[in-house]
Protein backbone atom coordinates (compact mmCIF):
# COMPACT_ATOMS: atom_id res chain seq x y z
CA UNK A 1 0.00 0.00 0.00
CA UNK A 2 0.93 3.53 -0.32
CA UNK A 3 1.64 3.80 3.52
CA UNK A 4 1.10 1.70 6.82
CA UNK A 5 -2.18 1.36 8.10
CA UNK A 6 -3.10 0.03 11.32
CA UNK A 7 -6.18 -1.22 12.70
CA UNK A 8 -8.28 -0.45 15.02
CA UNK A 9 -7.39 3.16 14.88
CA UNK A 10 -9.15 3.13 18.54
CA UNK A 11 -10.32 0.08 20.85
CA UNK A 12 -11.40 0.74 24.28
CA UNK A 13 -11.63 -2.54 26.39
CA UNK A 14 -12.29 -3.67 29.85
CA UNK A 15 -9.83 -4.96 32.20
CA UNK A 16 -8.68 -8.69 31.72
CA UNK A 17 -9.70 -8.55 27.67
CA UNK A 18 -7.28 -9.96 25.19
CA UNK A 19 -6.77 -7.27 22.25
CA UNK A 20 -5.17 -7.54 18.93
CA UNK A 21 -3.71 -5.12 16.77
CA UNK A 22 -2.56 -5.38 13.46
CA UNK A 23 -0.19 -3.57 11.07
CA UNK A 24 -0.13 -3.77 7.52
CA UNK A 25 3.44 -2.23 6.25
CA UNK A 26 4.42 -0.64 2.91
CA UNK A 27 4.93 -2.94 0.08
CA UNK A 28 8.09 -4.24 -0.07
CA UNK A 29 9.59 -3.12 3.69
CA UNK A 30 10.90 -5.97 5.34
CA UNK A 31 11.90 -3.85 8.55
CA UNK A 32 8.66 -4.11 11.03
CA UNK A 33 8.92 -2.00 14.21
CA UNK A 34 6.04 -2.18 16.95
CA UNK A 35 6.31 1.11 19.43
CA UNK A 36 4.10 2.48 22.08
CA UNK A 37 3.69 6.04 23.64
CA UNK A 38 2.04 6.78 26.78
CA UNK A 39 1.04 10.12 26.68
CA UNK A 40 2.91 13.04 27.32
CA UNK A 41 5.78 9.91 27.05
CA UNK A 42 8.36 8.94 24.27
CA UNK A 43 8.14 6.11 21.86
CA UNK A 44 9.02 2.74 23.64
CA UNK A 45 9.96 0.40 21.49
CA UNK A 46 8.87 -3.36 21.61
CA UNK A 47 10.04 -5.52 19.28
CA UNK A 48 11.60 -5.62 15.96
CA UNK A 49 11.13 -7.97 12.82
CA UNK A 50 13.39 -8.68 9.60
CA UNK A 51 11.15 -10.88 7.58
CA UNK A 52 9.02 -12.88 9.57
CA UNK A 53 11.67 -13.59 12.26
CA UNK A 54 11.88 -10.84 15.11
CA UNK A 55 15.57 -9.81 16.31
CA UNK A 56 15.01 -8.55 18.99
CA UNK A 57 11.86 -8.05 21.01
CA UNK A 58 13.65 -7.08 23.91
CA UNK A 59 11.34 -4.49 24.57
CA UNK A 60 8.15 -6.34 24.80
CA UNK A 61 6.69 -5.05 28.61
CA UNK A 62 5.65 -8.83 29.99
CA UNK A 63 4.48 -12.46 28.83
CA UNK A 64 1.04 -10.76 28.08
CA UNK A 65 2.83 -9.31 25.52
CA UNK A 66 3.52 -11.50 21.62
CA UNK A 67 3.65 -10.51 18.45
CA UNK A 68 4.01 -12.37 14.81
CA UNK A 69 4.45 -11.36 11.31
CA UNK A 70 3.42 -13.56 8.33
CA UNK A 71 4.22 -13.93 4.99
CA UNK A 72 6.87 -11.29 5.70
CA UNK A 73 3.92 -8.84 5.42
CA UNK A 74 1.37 -8.06 7.86
CA UNK A 75 1.87 -7.84 11.88
CA UNK A 76 -0.65 -8.45 14.78
CA UNK A 77 0.82 -7.53 18.28
CA UNK A 78 -1.19 -9.41 20.95
CA UNK A 79 -1.83 -8.45 24.70
CA UNK A 80 -3.61 -10.66 26.73
CA UNK A 81 -5.48 -10.11 30.04
CA UNK A 82 -5.19 -6.25 29.24
CA UNK A 83 -4.02 -3.93 32.41
CA UNK A 84 -5.05 -0.15 32.81
CA UNK A 85 -1.56 0.18 31.92
CA UNK A 86 -0.99 -1.20 28.88
CA UNK A 87 -3.39 2.06 27.63
CA UNK A 88 -1.13 3.75 25.20
CA UNK A 89 -0.55 4.51 21.46
CA UNK A 90 0.41 1.73 19.40
CA UNK A 91 2.56 2.92 16.50
CA UNK A 92 3.55 0.83 13.78
CA UNK A 93 6.67 1.32 11.53
CA UNK A 94 7.87 -0.39 8.58
CA UNK A 95 11.71 0.74 6.66
CA UNK A 96 13.08 -0.59 3.45
CA UNK A 97 15.54 -3.64 3.39
CA UNK A 98 19.40 -2.25 3.27
CA UNK A 99 21.19 -2.09 0.05
CA UNK A 100 18.07 -0.76 -1.59
CA UNK A 101 18.78 1.88 -4.39
CA UNK A 102 18.13 5.19 -3.15
CA UNK A 103 18.84 4.06 0.49
CA UNK A 104 16.54 4.50 3.26
CA UNK A 105 17.01 1.10 5.07
CA UNK A 106 16.52 2.69 8.48
CA UNK A 107 14.24 5.17 7.88
CA UNK A 108 11.02 4.45 9.13
CA UNK A 109 7.17 5.45 8.19
CA UNK A 110 5.11 4.93 10.69
CA UNK A 111 1.13 4.55 10.66
CA UNK A 112 -0.97 6.39 12.47
CA UNK A 113 -1.48 4.78 15.46
CA UNK A 114 -4.33 2.09 17.18
CA UNK A 115 -4.84 4.18 20.62
CA UNK A 116 -5.82 1.26 23.30
CA UNK A 117 -7.99 2.14 25.96
CA UNK A 118 -8.17 -0.11 28.81
CA UNK A 119 -10.69 0.58 31.34
CA UNK B 1 21.98 5.66 31.92
CA UNK B 2 19.30 6.20 29.18
CA UNK B 3 20.16 5.14 25.60
CA UNK B 4 19.73 8.63 23.93
CA UNK B 5 18.73 11.47 26.27
CA UNK B 6 17.69 14.68 25.56
CA UNK B 7 16.49 17.67 27.25
CA UNK B 8 12.82 17.33 26.93
CA UNK B 9 12.20 21.50 26.98
CA UNK B 10 9.42 23.17 26.41
CA UNK B 11 11.75 25.73 23.93
CA UNK B 12 9.48 28.83 24.11
CA UNK B 13 11.08 31.07 21.35
CA UNK B 14 9.88 33.68 19.07
CA UNK B 15 9.25 33.50 14.93
CA UNK B 16 12.67 34.39 13.80
CA UNK B 17 14.79 33.07 16.33
CA UNK B 18 17.05 30.91 16.21
CA UNK B 19 16.83 27.39 18.13
CA UNK B 20 19.54 24.62 19.00
CA UNK B 21 18.79 20.78 20.68
CA UNK B 22 20.94 18.29 21.87
CA UNK B 23 21.18 14.98 21.92
CA UNK B 24 23.24 12.62 23.46
CA UNK B 25 23.43 8.44 22.54
CA UNK B 26 25.20 6.30 25.29
CA UNK B 27 26.56 3.30 23.09
CA UNK B 28 29.47 4.09 20.74
CA UNK B 29 28.53 0.94 18.42
CA UNK B 30 25.59 3.44 16.99
CA UNK B 31 25.72 3.93 13.26
CA UNK B 32 22.52 5.33 12.26
CA UNK B 33 21.20 9.19 13.41
CA UNK B 34 17.91 10.97 12.64
CA UNK B 35 15.68 13.54 13.43
CA UNK B 36 12.15 13.20 13.38
CA UNK B 37 9.25 15.51 14.51
CA UNK B 38 6.29 14.68 15.71
CA UNK B 39 2.70 16.83 16.20
CA UNK B 40 0.70 16.70 18.51
CA UNK B 41 -1.30 13.35 18.43
CA UNK B 42 0.28 12.72 15.26
CA UNK B 43 2.55 9.91 14.55
CA UNK B 44 6.62 10.76 14.37
CA UNK B 45 7.90 11.54 10.48
CA UNK B 46 11.58 11.79 9.19
CA UNK B 47 13.00 15.34 9.54
CA UNK B 48 15.98 14.50 8.25
CA UNK B 49 19.13 11.99 8.57
CA UNK B 50 22.55 13.06 10.21
CA UNK B 51 25.78 12.44 8.77
CA UNK B 52 29.18 12.13 9.97
CA UNK B 53 30.04 15.51 7.99
CA UNK B 54 27.15 17.27 8.93
CA UNK B 55 24.14 18.33 6.66
CA UNK B 56 21.62 20.91 5.87
CA UNK B 57 18.18 21.02 4.46
CA UNK B 58 17.05 24.91 4.13
CA UNK B 59 16.64 26.13 7.58
CA UNK B 60 17.57 23.00 9.61
CA UNK B 61 21.20 21.78 10.42
CA UNK B 62 22.47 18.99 11.37
CA UNK B 63 25.44 17.84 13.17
CA UNK B 64 26.98 14.56 14.87
CA UNK B 65 29.94 14.61 17.16
CA UNK B 66 30.96 10.64 17.65
CA UNK B 67 33.95 11.78 19.67
CA UNK B 68 31.37 12.97 22.57
CA UNK B 69 28.43 11.23 21.32
CA UNK B 70 25.99 13.76 20.64
CA UNK B 71 23.46 14.84 17.96
CA UNK B 72 22.04 18.38 17.34
CA UNK B 73 19.90 19.87 15.56
CA UNK B 74 19.54 23.94 14.26
CA UNK B 75 16.61 25.78 13.43
CA UNK B 76 17.06 29.00 11.81
CA UNK B 77 14.53 31.73 11.11
CA UNK B 78 11.43 29.55 13.31
CA UNK B 79 8.28 29.60 12.14
CA UNK B 80 4.83 28.93 13.93
CA UNK B 81 4.82 25.78 11.88
CA UNK B 82 8.15 25.03 13.27
CA UNK B 83 6.10 24.16 16.61
CA UNK B 84 5.77 20.29 17.41
CA UNK B 85 8.18 17.66 19.61
CA UNK B 86 11.48 16.67 17.86
CA UNK B 87 13.17 13.76 18.47
CA UNK B 88 16.58 11.77 18.18
CA UNK B 89 16.99 8.42 17.00
CA UNK B 90 19.72 5.86 16.76
CA UNK B 91 20.51 2.55 16.12
CA UNK B 92 23.23 0.36 15.28
CA UNK B 93 23.30 -2.21 12.74
CA UNK B 94 20.79 -5.00 13.00
CA UNK B 95 18.90 -3.45 15.90
CA UNK B 96 15.93 -1.57 16.28
CA UNK B 97 15.72 2.31 16.13
CA UNK B 98 16.04 3.77 19.71
CA UNK B 99 13.84 7.13 19.96
CA UNK B 100 14.69 10.18 22.55
CA UNK B 101 11.65 11.00 24.60
CA UNK B 102 11.67 14.47 22.80
CA UNK B 103 12.28 18.17 22.86
CA UNK B 104 9.65 20.02 22.76
CA UNK B 105 9.68 23.31 20.41
CA UNK B 106 6.70 26.15 21.01
CA UNK B 107 6.78 29.30 18.32
CA UNK B 108 4.92 32.30 19.04
CA UNK B 109 4.71 35.24 17.02
Known amino acids: GAGVSQSPSNKVTEKGKDVELRCDPISGHTALYWYRQSLGQGLEFLIY????????KSGLPSDRFSAERTGGSVSTLTIQRTQQEDSAVYLCASSKPPGQVGGGANVLTFGAGSRLTVL | RKEVEQDPGPFNVPEGATVAFNCTYS??????FFWYRQDCRKEPKLLMS???SGNEDGRFTAQLNRASQYISLLIRDSKLSDSATYLC??????????FGKGTTLSVSS
Open chain 2, 89 to 98: VVNQAGTALI
Open chain 2, 27 to 32: NSASQS
Open chain 2, 50 to 52: VYS
Open chain 1, 49 to 56: FQGNSAPD
